[in-house]
């Protein structure tokens, strides 16, 4: 009996050891630690193609645009403080000025919105509404009442960019820190955009985009740290 117990308590430590479980008297692998920290898409093909659609699909729109003389841009761009106007906050990130503001647009909305997806579909989706729909209500609140149309996916753009740069320090994550200085690297010079001065520039979705991204990324993280002590 002393040595059955004795050996009982080896192979359960042991097996502890090397990452195994016990089911009923038998040893079985543990389940492998979830790892939410991650800087890539875990299917970066399936996720390429999918940014590739959406931007397609942002120069499909445009395209129905130029032809209708620009009647998307008037009538779904956000109007601030004019209750007309506050659908916009649905549809001004699909709507470009002319092509030159799309396609100044299209790269940064390719890489950052694959980079993105990173954590996963849910919660790529989760952060870019969270972008959208508190970037845009904060420009129909204070872009100024008779300022014109705001549109434009770069209140997304600069939500994404904020949220891969910030995500890393609430996570602890030493590659998503790294990940995120070469981001600034790149693309930290229009973060200066967030400040007002250059006409017929909403500042206003790049400020509100951004603080979006921040709030996202503060709340990925927390989600990820309960996510990864439940597995």
Same mark, same amino acid.
């Given at each position: 009996m ?22 009923g ?47 998307l841009?008037?009538?779904? &761009?956000?109007?601030? !403080?004019? =209750?007309? @106007? $506050?659908?916009? *906050?649905?549809?001004?990130? #699909?709507?470009?000025?002319?092509? +030159?503001?799309l ?70 994550? &030493?590659?998503?820190? !790294?990940? =995120?200085? @070469? $981001?600034?690297? *790149?693309?930290?010079?229009? #973060?200066?955009?967030?400040?007002? +001065? ?34």
């Amino acid at each position: 009996m002393i040595f059955r117990l004795l050996t009982v308590t080896w192979v359960t430590a042991s097996s502890e050891r090397l990452g195994l479980r016990n089911l009923g008297g038998m040893a079985a692998p543990a389940p492998a630690p979830r790892r939410t920290a991650r800087v890539l898409p875990r299917n970066p093909v399936t996720s390429a193609l999918f940014m590739l659609l959406f931007t397609a699909g942002l120069y499909v729109v445009e395209a129905f645009d130029v032809v209708s003389g620009h009647v998307l841009d008037r009538n779904y &761009g956000i109007e601030p !403080l004019e =209750a007309d @106007g $506050l659908d916009g *906050v649905l549809f001004a990130p #699909l709507l470009h000025a002319d092509w +030159g503001h799309l396609a100044a647009n299209t790269v940064p909305f390719l890489v950052l919105g694959f980079l993105a997806m990173a954590g996963g579909v849910r919660q790529f989706v989760v952060v870019t509404a969270m972008i959208w729909i508190l970037g845009g209500l904060g420009v129909w609140l204070t872009g100024g009442y008779g300022s014109g149309f705001h549109i434009g996916a770069s209140g997304l753009i600069f939500g994404w960019l904020v949220f891969l740069l910030t995500r890393g320090f609430f996570a602890r994550s &030493g590659l998503q820190i !790294l990940m =995120a200085v @070469g $981001l600034f690297l *790149v693309w930290g010079g229009i #973060l200066f955009g967030v400040l007002p +001065g250059q006409p017929g520039i909403s500042w206003q979705a790049h400020l509100f985009g951004a603080l979006a991204g921040l709030l996202a990324a503060r709340l990925a993280a927390r989600a990820d740290r309960r996510a990864v002590r439940g597995a």
